[in-house]
Each structure stands twice: as structure tokens, then as C-alpha cells.
């Protein structure tokens, strides 16, 4: 979030003007170290994941977006928060609650409605990188088309169809996940300006050249958080470029995944159950849609089901 998001130019002024800022933790996020033996470590973080809450003035949730956003979904998602954060403040009692229940009840039937309009589209299926405006839709097609019957194609164009079911797309499946996302919300889908440089692949490694997802402030600091005590990359480098590709199509492939799946479940929960409060409401998103139960003290990575070799699975305790 830090990094992706509040570091944006945009999003922060508009989390400043509109909303009051707090940060609650969950619980520690676990850190594994990997010791080289020579001084060096590798130290990262796993199995965390977060919410962002819209709370009204009484602590009562108003609305939910579970995990990463794109900063352009993120602030589009938010406005409307804000749009129901301001029918609600006339309202009290059961009267807020279900104002705040046909909010989502029309969120969910249009996540549907945007959902439906991009399953089943062609795309042709890149790696590590968002598409442009000729890898998605009828162009696609016809380059598909065109690489077949010339078999003088520069690249094997890789065909792939969107699926129809959120519930039925693999989390993992990166590459579709974040075609979904640029369709829903126009990710560097428009045709570009004349002269903007085209794609290019340099010795394996992707250029790209647009779309963008990360303002200006997000790559810099992205840039100085990848250099590390390694020394930095040129900021024009492949393995810079590379990295930011993968970055990108990873957030807005997490944002498809968040807002088509995991939300709507969020939203079945609060419409089934009206269930506004914060501390219910948490605890069965981290339980149930984040799979990281309070109940469980190791987070799903002490399986005692398999034997590691190691005198009690590498268990050491305080």
C-alpha cells in the first residue's frame, strides 16, 4: 500500500481531503529469513494481507475493499463510498442499515454487470507484462489470424479466451486476472497516441512502453525500495523495466481478483447477515475470505500433517 498507493500524487490528496486516516494491525506478520552463512540474509514477509475499511462517524462499517487496488480503481471505488457515507449521515437506525445494504446489493449486481461484459473476450496472452490496445478484443483476433496463414509472424501469438466465472479462475492465473482488470476499468486499452513507441522484447526481457498503473512518486519510490543495500539499477534499465511490468500487472491483476471475488463475497456476507460492525465483520473476512483464522497461531504454515526431516517441523518458541 505504501508504495503502490499512498505514495500516489493523486490518491493521497484525496485520501487527505476526504477521509481520517487510521491503521489498525491484525496481528504481527510473519517474516521468514533465509541465513547465506556468509553474513548475507534474505528477510521477507508472508502471508499478510489487509483491508481498507470505510467506517462512518459511530465505527459501523459503510463499505469494504479487501486487498490491493489499482490507484485508478482504488479512488474510483472510494468515491463512491463517499457517495454513500453521505446518504447515510441523514439516517439513523435500521433506516442507515438498510440504506447501507441496497448500497452493496447494487454494488454486487454491478460487478456482475462488469464482469459479464469482459468474460469470453480474446486476448492474446502475454508474461510478466499488462497488454496494449492491439493484444485484446477483434485486433487480437486478427493478429492471431494474420500469424497463421502468413507463418512469417515475428512472435507465436498465444490466443486465450477470458472465462466466464470468477469463482472458476485460477487466484494464481496472473495473466488473466489483470486482462480482466485493464477491461473493467480501461487500463492503457485506449489506442495510443501516433508515435508512441511500440513493445518491445530485448534478449528475453520486456520494455514496456505503456500502460502505466504508477504515478511518477510510486516508481520512484518502488525504485529506491527494489536498490536495497545491493546498490541501485538505472532507472532506464531492462531489469528496471522488467520490474515494474511484472509490478503493474500484478496490482491490477490483484484488483480484478479482489473486486470480483473476494469483495463480492464480502458483499453476500453483509447483505445476508446485515452485519455492519467492525470487530464481526473483521474477524470473518480474515477467517473466511483471507484464510487467516485468529483461531490458527501459524497461519497455515505448520502443517503437522507432513513430515519436514526437522525435530518438531523447525518449531522454536520463546
Given at each position: 500500500?505504501?508504495?503502490?498507493?499512498?505514495?500516489?500524487?493523486?490518491?493521497?490528496?484525496?485520501?487527505?481531503?476526504?477521509?481520517?486516516?487510521?491503521?489498525?494491525?491484525?496481528?504481527?506478520?510473519?517474516?521468514?529469513?533465509?541465513?547465506?552463512?556468509?553474513?548475507?540474509?534474505?528477510?521477507?514477509?508472508?502471508?499478510?494481507?489487509?483491508?481498507?475499511?470505510?467506517l462512518?462517524?459511530?465505527?459501523?462499517?459503510?463499505?469494504?475493499?479487501?486487498?490491493?487496488?489499482?490507484?485508478?480503481?482504488?479512488?474510483?471505488?472510494?468515491?463512491?463510498?463517499?457517495?454513500?457515507?453521505?446518504?447515510?449521515?441523514?439516517?439513523?437506525?435500521?433506516?442507515?442499515?438498510?440504506?447501507?445494504?441496497k448500497?452493496?446489493?447494487?454494488?454486487r449486481?454491478?460487478?456482475?454487470?462488469?464482469?459479464?461484459?469482459?468474460?469470453?473476450?480474446?486476448?492474446?496472452?502475454?508474461?510478466?507484462?499488462?497488454?496494449d490496445?492491439?493484444?485484446?478484443?477483434?485486433?487480437?483476433?486478427?493478429?492471431?489470424?494474420?500469424?497463421?496463414?502468413?507463418?512469417?509472424?515475428?512472435?507465436?501469438?498465444?490466443?486465450?479466451?477470458?472465462?466466464?466465472?470468477?469463482?472458476?479462475?485460477?487466484?494464481?492465473?496472473?495473466?488473466?486476472?489483470?486482462?480482466?482488470?485493464?477491461?473493467?476499468?480501461?487500463?492503457?486499452l485506449?489506442?495510443?497516441?501516433?508515435?508512441?513507441?511500440?513493445?518491445?522484447?530485448?534478449?528475453?526481457?520486456?520494455?514496456?512502453?505503456?500502460?502505466?498503473?504508477?504515478?511518477?512518486?510510486?516508481?520512484?519510490?518502488?525504485?529506491?525500495?527494489?536498490?536495497?543495500?545491493?546498490?541501485?539499477?538505472?532507472?532506464?534499465?531492462?531489469?528496471?523495466?522488467?520490474?515494474?511490468?511484472?509490478?503493474?500487472?500484478?496490482?491490477?491483476?490483484?484488483?480484478?481478483?479482489?473486486?470480483?471475488?473476494?469483495?463480492?463475497?464480502?458483499?453476500?456476507?453483509?447483505?445476508?447477515?446485515?452485519?455492519?460492525?467492525?470487530e464481526?465483520?473483521?474477524?470473518?473476512?480474515?477467517?473466511?475470505?483471507?484464510?487467516?483464522?485468529?483461531?490458527?497461531a501459524?497461519l497455515?504454515?505448520?502443517?503437522?500433517?507432513?513430515?519436514?526431516?526437522?525435530?518438531?517441523?523447525?518449531?522454536?518458541?520463546?
Amino acid at each position: 500500500f505504501r508504495a503502490t498507493l499512498y505514495a500516489n500524487t493523486e490518491i493521497a490528496s484525496f485520501l487527505r481531503s476526504n477521509f481520517v486516516l487510521y491503521w489498525s494491525s491484525e496481528r504481527p506478520v510473519p517474516r521468514v529469513t533465509i541465513d547465506f552463512g556468509d553474513g548475507r540474509k534474505l528477510e521477507r514477509t508472508t502471508t499478510g494481507n489487509s483491508a481498507h475499511y470505510v467506517l462512518d462517524e459511530h465505527g459501523a462499517v459503510l463499505d469494504v475493499l479487501p486487498g490491493l487496488y489499482a490507484p485508478v480503481a482504488f479512488r474510483a471505488e472510494l468515491a463512491k463510498s463517499l457517495q454513500l457515507a453521505s446518504t447515510v449521515r441523514r439516517l439513523d437506525g435500521e433506516a442507515r442499515v438498510a440504506a447501507v445494504i441496497k448500497f452493496h446489493e447494487a454494488g454486487r449486481a454491478d460487478a456482475a454487470r462488469a464482469f459479464a461484459a469482459v468474460a469470453g473476450t480474446e486476448y492474446i496472452r502475454r508474461d510478466a507484462r499488462l497488454l496494449d490496445a492491439g493484444d485484446i478484443g477483434p485486433s487480437a483476433v486478427q493478429r492471431a489470424q494474420m500469424a497463421t496463414m502468413t507463418k512469417a509472424a515475428i512472435e507465436v501469438v498465444e490466443l486465450a479466451r477470458l472465462g466466464i466465472d470468477a469463482g472458476a479462475i485460477d487466484p494464481a492465473d496472473v495473466a488473466q486476472w489483470a486482462t480482466i482488470g485493464q477491461r473493467a476499468w480501461n487500463i492503457g486499452l485506449a489506442p495510443p497516441p501516433s508515435g508512441t513507441p511500440m513493445q518491445r522484447v530485448r534478449r528475453g526481457v520486456f520494455v514496456p512502453k505503456s500502460p502505466v498503473v504508477l504515478d511518477a512518486r510510486s516508481r520512484a519510490l518502488v525504485q529506491r525500495l527494489h536498490a536495497g543495500p545491493t546498490g541501485a539499477t538505472p532507472a532506464d534499465s531492462p531489469e528496471v523495466a522488467t520490474m515494474l511490468a511484472r509490478l503493474e500487472q500484478t496490482i491490477v491483476a490483484d484488483t480484478a481478483l479482489n473486486q470480483f471475488r473476494l469483495r463480492q463475497q464480502i458483499r453476500d456476507f453483509m447483505i445476508a447477515r446485515r452485519e455492519l460492525a467492525f470487530e464481526r465483520l473483521n474477524e470473518w473476512i480474515y477467517a473466511t475470505v483471507f484464510h487467516t483464522p485468529r483461531s490458527d497461531a501459524w497461519l497455515g504454515l505448520l502443517s503437522r500433517t507432513d513430515f519436514t526431516g526437522l525435530p518438531g517441523d523447525g518449531v522454536v518458541m520463546p
